[in-house]
């Protein structure tokens, strides 16, 4: 009887050095970003004048403010458990930037370097992380004002997602969205491009309220990273119910750095919708993803960035055509979206950065004659 409980508690000793031997860490982390900003939106078109002008403290230009959690723990033979939490506020009045505890992302699930990365929860769509591989604006500039599925409007609720391990630069990314992944907006039956009639000079208000009409959300997409060289495709699926037609959207993207100037080209296409988009204008941004039938548009980006007095200066233009001004659609009150911008970004640390920027954009959100301005200075942390 001794024998067995001397046993039991060996065994018991040794569980536990396991157990204490085992790595984990756990990391808090963020990124504080606000300055002064000046933005105006104009439509002047049909009888109507509108100008809506802001100025002031800006927050989240270069990147979003955000605090997070994540960490890991070796569970031996490279294998390793990881998550991440992480929460978007505006750093002017401290408020959370959404309802969800940890919109941004919230994840949890199992790393290997033989293996992959296999994570379950809200996170990126392959769309996103091949977006990412190409020199981008900010705001008004960024690709996301006329490029579907790459904005980080798309983070999929209920995921689950594999990434595989690099094989020679090579990645590929899966995920699958469950049931109410999703939102959309519906607008009028024509898609929201049919409003400027109601601009009221600070936003679009004729969208009706989003429903959760989703069936499931797919995306995948190959990356290449190697040396100056990268390049991505990234395809995005949504489904719906009561017989409308899936929002698909995909992209193809390559950069490529000479040292002196680094330069990135995008084309894409979207069908029925735009998943993920920020439109440009205040009053569309809110929407996840927009439908509307028949919807087809062709997505055009090209975008440079040189090394100039100990920062990096970037200039890019974003440039969208749609069917929507087809006789049966909007005809004359739709347009072709057209972005630019240059910006500038100083470091001062490893950590801590200065940055300004300048923006025109012209027939935001496809709706004619509307257009858009925008500049400001500011301060980027990361801790």
């Known amino acids: 009887m001794k024998k067995t409980l001397l046993a039991a508690a060996l065994l018991a000793g040794f569980a536990t050095a396991g157990v204490a031997q085992a790595e984990t860490s756990v990391t808090l982390y963020g990124i504080l970003d606000t300055g002064y900003g000046y933005q105006s939106y104009k439509y002047d ?43 978007g506020f505006d750093l002017g009045n401290g408020q959370g930037s959404s309802s969800r505890q940890f919109h941004r992302q919230a994840f949890v699930g199992l790393s290997s370097d033989s293996w ?58 899966a995920l699958y969205g469950s049931e109410g992944s999703d939102a959309i907006d519906r607008v009028n039956g024509q898609g929201w491009a049919a409003v400027p009639s109601i601009w009221d000079g600070s936003e679009i208000t004729d969208a009706e309220p989003a429903s959760r009409e989703r069936t499931s959300r797919t995306s995948v997409g190959l990356m290449y990273a190697n040396g ?6 990234s395809y995005d699926r949504s489904g719906q119910t009561k017989n409308e037609k899936a929002i698909t959207s995909w992209n193809l993207n390559a950069a490529y750095d000479f040292e002196v100037v680094k330069l990135g080209l995008a084309y894409g296409q979207d069908r029925n919708g735009k998943l993920g988009w920020a439109s440009g204008v205040d009053g569309l941004d809110s929407a996840p993803s927009v439908a509307f039938t028949d919807f087809k548009s062709n997505n055009y980006h ?49 950590r801590t950065g200065v940055y300004t920027y300048a923006s025109y954009g012209k027939n935001l959100g496809y709706v004619r004659d509307l257009k858009g301005t925008e500049a400001g200075i500011g301060l980027n942390h990361k801790f």
């Open 45 to 87: 078109r049909g009888g109507i004048d509108a100008t809506s002008k802001s100025s002031g403290l800006r927050s989240g230009t270069v990147n979003g403010n955000r605090f997070g959690l994540k960490g890991s723990e070796d569970l031996g033979d490279g294998l390793r458990a990881i998550f991440q939490l992480e929460q």
């Open 116 to 173: 992959g990365t296999f994570t379950m929860g809200r996170q990126y769509s392959a769309g996103v992380e091949v977006g990412n591989l190409i020199v981008n604006g900010w705001n008004l500039g960024d690709v996301d004002k006329v490029f579907g599925g790459t904005g980080y409007g798309n983070r999929i609720d209920n995921s689950f997602k594999y990434v595989t391990p690099d094989f020679a630069g090579f990645k590929f990314v």
């Open 228 to 233: 100056p060289i990268s390049a991505g495709a």
């Open 302 to 350: 090209v975008g440079l960035s040189a090394p100039i007095g100990g920062g990096t200066l970037y200039a890019g233009w974003s440039y969208s055509t749609s069917n929507l001004d087809d006789s049966d659609k909007l005809g004359d009150d739709a347009g072709n979206i057209s972005t630019y911008q240059i910006n500038y970004f100083y470091p001062l640390s490893k």
